[in-house]
């Protein structure tokens, strides 16, 4: 089968490319930078930009699934760049699945399309769409992401939407390394009473959720136009996690406490500053972060196993396992991707 990943230098996007290919498939690898370890593993390279739809379609001729998992993340930087690259850069995909008759696409998106401020716990897929965001990341996803689901059952298509919660494992080069940065230098703090519940999800469980969702997706299927949280399938304390891995790494724990007002107030403060002096680095904090901190989210995967018979591939501790052994080899070992 030929299938084709949008995003496919990212961590997950790598991941996956490199996991359908030990599969047997034919996998197009689409970036913007160029993946010489997917390629040694038999990869075929397509420089992609999501705003030029020529490539899109080039890349897209002959494939059997897309999985579109490229994006803009973050939580600051200017609106209209979430805009082009999540929004319409995900309305082109769409043009283009359209364009070369592709059979399904399965779509990457984050459980902050829905998130409102408040506590999710054990929450199912019925989590409605809120009426405001703090910044523009899941603002734009959750718009591609109505997008996208909207699209099942055109011209042939079937799609559904996956939202992975706080991807780690080895490898990662975003959020682990800068937690652990962070804690180095002495400036994490837990928000909030620090007894929120938060689902994690090891790299190894969304790329296999994501190839469960393709493999069983038609347009009459269970999970056709619909979306999927996904992650492992024991929730954690939260600070209590991030003290066990900090502990295992011999990094001192978090002691210091931010009260859940004070966060917000001073992400507030942040937030009109940085935007003032339209500064581009990202603010030490802001009321999306503080919230994120300090609220439970945890979702059931009861609607995945039951839908497209997801499976977790490992439980929490060993995905926790595994990244501490990698963290603890990583100076030895550089920062080559881990494929």
């Known amino acids: 089968m030929r299938v084709v990943v949008t995003g496919a230098s990212g961590f997950l996007g790598s991941r996956l490319a490199a996991e359908l290919l030990r599969g ?5 690898a689409g970036s913007r930078k ?3 370890e997917l390629v040694a593993l038999g990869a075929i390279h397509a420089p992609l930009d999501l ?8 890349a897209f001729k002959g494939a059997d699934v897309v999985f579109h998992v490229a994006a803009k993340t973050g939580i600051w930087g200017p609106e209209r760049d979430y805009v082009e690259s999540n929004l319409i850069g995900t309305q082109n995909v769409l043009a283009a699945c359209e364009q070369r008759k592709v059979r399904k696409l399965v779509y990457t998106s984050s459980p902050s399309v829905v998130f409102d401020g408040r506590d999710h716990v054990d929450a199912g897929n019925d989590l409605p769409y809120p009426q405001d965001y703090l910044c523009s990341y899941p603002a734009t996803k959750a718009l591609a992401e109505r997008e996208v689901l909207a699209a099942n059952g055109r011209w042939g298509l079937a799609t559904c939407s996956l939202r992975p919660h706080l991807i780690f494992g080895p490898g990662d080069p975003h959020l682990i390394p800068r937690l652990l940065e962070r804690a180095r230098a002495g400036k994490l703090a837990r928000v909030g009473s620090g007894d929120n519940v938060v689902t994690l999800c090891a790299v190894e469980t969304a790329v ?5 969702a393709a493999k069983h997706l038609a347009p009459d299927a269970a999970h056709a136009g619909c979306a999927y949280f996904i992650g492992q399938e024991r929730p954690v304390r939260l ?7 900090l502990r295992e790494l011999d990094i001192p724990p978090v002691k210091r406490r931010v009260p859940f007002g004070l966060a917000c107030a001073v992400g507030a403060l942040c937030e009109g500053v940085w935007t003032l002096a339209r500064r581009t680095s990202e603010p030490p904090m802001t009321r999306f972060v503080a919230l994120q901190l300090a609220r439970s989210h945890s979702y059931s995967m009861e609607p995945a196993r039951r839908d497209f018979g997801f499976r977790e591939p490992l439980s ?3 995905a926790t396992r595994r990244l501490v052994e990698s963290l603890r080899s990583r100076d030895s070992e550089g920062h080559r991707p881990c494929l």
């Open 51 to 58: 705003g030029d739809r020529e490539a899109l379609r080039n």
């Open 24 to 28: 047997g498939h034919e996998v197009v």
């Open 34 to 36: 160029s993946i010489p």
């Open 316 to 318: 929490i501790d060993e």
């Open 208 to 212: 296999a959720a994501h190839i469960a």
């Open 239 to 245: 600070w209590d996690w991030i003290d066990g891995l």
